[in-house]
């Protein structure tokens, strides 16, 4: 595939109101303003809108613990094809998260051995691959669901891999350009 961004990230200098609209979609700590961001700028009132979706879904306020919230978002960006934000969320929060390798390549991978994964993780990674394959959770893999999380996490589960496929689809499709620092596929 070419890798030539279809949507170029905007580049600096910005005015004074992009930069701050940046800054506010920036995590303390990053290494520089990622591309999707810059890419998702171009659009500054849709990128305003999903900051506040997307920091709150990264937030300590949300109600999912961080493992949890990392299997699924990478399960999805692998599942997606998104190495870009597969490998800006494995670079910024896998040893966060308490992933080892073999955790990391199990989730990236829909045919790895599994066995290094948690019952909770192999449950998110089921939840992921329904929901991919078919827009749906069965019953069974529900009532798992349901015996772990409560009802306000079980939405925000759904939502996180909504909006992670969404994210997947703009990276994907506008060919963001991969962040130097971020993780690359193994496969």
Not at 86 to 101: D, I, K, Q
Not at 104 to 125: I, K
Not at 178 to 186: K, V
């Amino acid at each position: 595939m070419d890798p030539t961004p279809r949507i170029a990230p905007l580049e600096p200098p910005f005015d004074t109101e992009l930069q701050a609209l940046l800054a506010k979609m920036t995590p303390p700590g990053a290494p520089n303003i990622l591309a999707l961001f810059r890419v998702l700028a171009k659009n500054p009132v849709l990128a305003e809108r999903s900051a506040g979706w997307g920091g709150y879904l990264l937030s300590r306020k949300a109600t999912l613990p961080l493992r949890d919230r990392e299997v699924v978002i990478d399960r999805v960006c692998a599942r997606c094809g998104a190495e870009y934000e597969w490998g800006v969320h494995v670079a910024a929060f896998a040893e966060a998260s308490g992933f080892t390798a073999a955790q990391v390549e199990a989730v990236a991978d829909p045919d790895a051995d599994d066995t290094a994964l948690t019952e909770r993780d192999r449950l998110l990674v089921q939840m992921v691959d329904e929901l991919h394959d078919t827009a749906h959770v069965g019953d069974e893999l529900w009532a798992q669901l349901a015996a772990h999380w409560s009802e306000p996490q079980l939405v925000e589960l759904l939502m996180l891999a909504g909006w992670y496929h969404a994210i997947s689809y703009v990276c994907n499709a506008a060919r963001v350009p991969l962040e130097s620092w971020a993780r690359r596929w193994q496969r």
